[in-house]
């Protein structure tokens, strides 16, 4: 190799590899990624491999980078395991550059974006503290996540004793019918004893007690 630079008057670089053609992990999933995937397979390894990376994220709150708010633009992306592990996003304010754990607020953000040329929208949730939430509201109208009234422990307690007074009285009314048709069959059985021969007892053989232990047995 030395001898044919110096006959030609060439360079060493001249025999290096073209690494322009060359992708790592990080080019991969930087030109495959996508922030919603949807239910369609992947087409290739690249897809593949972005969308592996994808199933591992946690899609609950989002983390936000607030830097260009003046500007009116905002990023986000979806949290990692670490970040879940140390609240970051849900017990900590999703502004990536923020740590204030106090007074969070819970924001719907409808996410316009564009991936592979094409316009999208998402609807997402991300926690923020006061401060950050004045900025995020500068670059868009946000709603703020209600929670759901619960019901109160009074109107409980009210419809509780209403159905119990009520299935009181169904229970009482239903052993007052039970002993009344009770007391009549009984006094019609009174007045038929003596009204027929006397019933026949039927002595079963050990055949046919066997038969039945065994029918029950298989039930």
């Not at 708010?69 to 970040?83: D, T």
Request: some cysteine; aromatic content about 8%; proline content about 2%.
């Amino acid at each position: 190799a030395v001898v044919s630079t110096q006959s030609t008057g060439g360079k060493v670089e001249d025999f290096a590899r073209d690494t322009s053609c060359d992708k790592n992990d990080y080019s991969i999933l930087q030109a495959n990624h996508k922030f919603l995937w949807d239910s369609t397979k992947p087409k290739s390894w690249e897809e593949e491999i972005a969308k592996r990376y994808y199933d591992k994220l946690f899609k609950e709150y989002c983390i936000a980078d607030l830097s260009r708010y003046e500007s009116k633009k905002i990023a986000l992306r979806w949290r990692v395991e670490k970040e879940v592990k140390t609240g970051k996003g849900q017990f900590i304010c999703g502004n990536k550059a923020c740590s204030e754990g106090d007074l969070l607020c819970s924001w719907e953000v409808n996410f316009a974006y564009v991936e592979s040329g094409e316009k999208k929208n998402a609807l997402v949730k991300i926690r923020l503290c006061p401060d950050c939430s004045i900025k995020l509201n500068m670059v868009k109208k946000v709603s703020k996540v209600k929670k759901k009234k619960k019901p109160s422990k009074k109107k409980k307690k009210r419809k509780a004793r209403k159905s119990s007074g009520e299935s009181h009285d169904d229970a009482a009314s239903s052993t007052a019918a039970t002993s009344s048709s009770d007391i009549a069959t009984v006094a019609e059985e009174s007045d038929n004893v003596w009204a027929g021969p006397a019933p026949e007892t039927l002595v079963k053989t050990n055949e046919e007690e066997m038969d039945e232990f065994l029918d029950d047995l298989f039930l």
